[in-house]
Nanobody
Framework: QVQLVESGGGSVQAGGSLRLSCTVS????????LGWFRQAPGKDREWVIV???????SSSDSVKDRFAISRDIGKNTLYLQMNSLKPEDTAMYYC?????????????????WGQGTQVSVSS
């Protein structure tokens, strides 16, 4: 059974940084596409950044050059480094795993989801 558990959320002022972690069990990170999504109150879930099994990353324009995704294969953990945070980054952040090695940006392509971790950015 595949399980994803996020951690590292919190409150930060604009311009600050946070690093989210997603510990994965039941599958190996190197086998599939992984990603981070977020959902703000009253809005649809949106993709943030993804990494394929081959290590190719892609990020949305809203976080490009500010957020980075990485994997620790040995620890089976996915990370999201968030820098230069803005109030509009406030959302619940979810890690997700797809049942394939390549990535799509639509959340419907992801099979496994964590429970989410809240990120709040104040101005």
């Amino acid at each position: 059974q595949v399980q994803l558990v996020e951690s590292g959320g919190g409150s930060v002022q604009a311009g600050g940084s946070l690093r989210l972690s997603c510990t994965v069990s039941g599958t190996r990170l190197s086998n599939q596409c992984l990603g981070w999504f977020r959902q703000a109150p009253g809005k649809d879930r949106e993709w943030v950044i993804v990494v394929s099994s081959a290590g190719v990353t892609s990020s949305s324009d809203s976080v490009k050059d500010r957020f980075a995704i990485s994997r620790d294969i040995g620890k089976n953990t996915l990370y999201l480094q968030m820098n230069s945070l803005k109030p509009e980054d406030t959302a619940m952040y979810y890690c997700a795993a797809a049942s394939r090695s390549w990535c799509y940006t639509s959340s419907s392509h992801y099979t496994y989801w964590g429970q989410g971790t809240q990120v709040s950015v104040s101005s």
